[in-house]
DNA sequence: GTGGTCTAGACCACC
DNA sequence: GTGGTCTAGACCACA
């Protein structure tokens, strides 16, 4: 048996989750200016440098570029963003449906439980 | 410096869900014996103290009952583990539409997007 | 006028630089365990974060795997290290003719030079 | 902590480089009065201390010559300035057989692969 | 004031 | 002892 209590999850991996979610969303906007690193840094109650670590990946993965001396914005490249939501939004269906595997409701199952759900949130409101 | 990143989960409470998701899947089945807790600790690779702690948690919550000299069983309450099942599914639910929430699908977006996804799945199939 | 002179290359990107030639010209074999971070960090009279940060990226670039309280090896794709070892000697040869031409050699030019002094390299020796 | 990574290279020294190969490469021309040095620094955008003490140490190797009152001029001794262009070829050549060997290449290789690359060159164009 | 880099020193999980 | 992460504090180039 695989026997992984989980290891913290290292933060600048926590905080590149919550910024990538940040710009999925559409709460930070395409080709927005972000606030300075060490103020960020500061908002996440985090080490400059982790900030950094977090913000260079994201750089990497192309979320977010970086202007010398003047900032770090948003990338401006809509279609990303896009995808990144599409498949954030991919991520958490397949890891629910693997959830309600694991308790025993195959595809069919889960479908008719969601539907149930959704007509009582509409009575509901 | 305080902060809000998970630190870890305490490992106690990580095997409460995994036994609970084994009690509410089937895999343990109502009225059935379990392990005694040091072969149990083994397997999880886990102190015994730490399994311990677990299992009286689970006991207080009546899904596991112990039975002096005999050893504990998984409750023979068959509504109960029904009930926890279903519990543990609304939350996974819940959590999954909360999440796509953030993401900024409504919730008639987020059935959209399971029906292709289950359409999809069942083409490939 | 575009003016700059010089800003410090990195550290991390000069090791990384260093280490990349080492694995390609085979100093480094494939397959090969490497020097624990922080002895490395003492060879290159660098601090261990430093190191670290180029090994990543040389881990990133699939040059070096690591194995989980092992330690870190040099990649065993061969194929890998030919490619890399070919775009090394690539640029190197790209940067010679570019520099040639700046002194108004074309490449017919660059050519004669080029195989009179291996011709009297030869004689030489 | 002491460590063998580039310092930058002293700026003035730079300005030296580029200005010999202006020089060698003709596109400063033999017996030409050169600019007014503090016009130079700010081409350069450099200090004119620094611009000094760079065609000072031109001066002193003869590639350059002053006449009081009246200003700066390359050197009109070709024969120097041919000389200069062939030493920067020999130069540049050297270093880039010396990093093919550093490759793993003898010369013969290296001979081979610049051939490759001509030829692959002519027919692209 | 902006990002980028580096050092020093510490702690953690895993084996 | 291994790699990985984090913090604190400093310095640099650029504008």
């Known amino acids: 048996m695989a026997n992984d ?3 913290n999850v290292p933060i600048y991996l926590q905080i590149i989750n919550e910024i990538k979610l940040k710009i999925a969303s559409g709460e930070w906007k395409t080709g927005q200016r972000i606030l300075p690193v060490r103020e960020l840094a500061m908002q996440f109650t985090v080490n400059p440098n982790t900030m950094q670590r977090a913000l260079a990946e994201l750089e990497r993965e192309g979320l977010i570029y ?3 001396t003047t900032g ?3 990338t401006s490249d809509d279609i990303l963003v896009s995808n990144v939501r ?3 939004a991919r ?3 397949q890891s629910f449906f693997s959830s309600m ?3 025993g409701y195959n595809m069919g199952q889960t479908m008719k439980i969601i539907e149930d759900y959704v007509t009582k949130y509409k009575e509901g409101k």
Chains 1, 2, 3, 4 share one sequence.
């Open 86 to 88: 599409d498949m954030l």
């Open 101 to 103: 595997q694991k308790l």
């Open 66 to 68: 970086t202007e010398r």
């Open 5 to 7: 209590y989980s290891a």
């Open 72 to 74: 770090k914005f948003v």
């Open 91 to 93: 991520e958490y269906m």
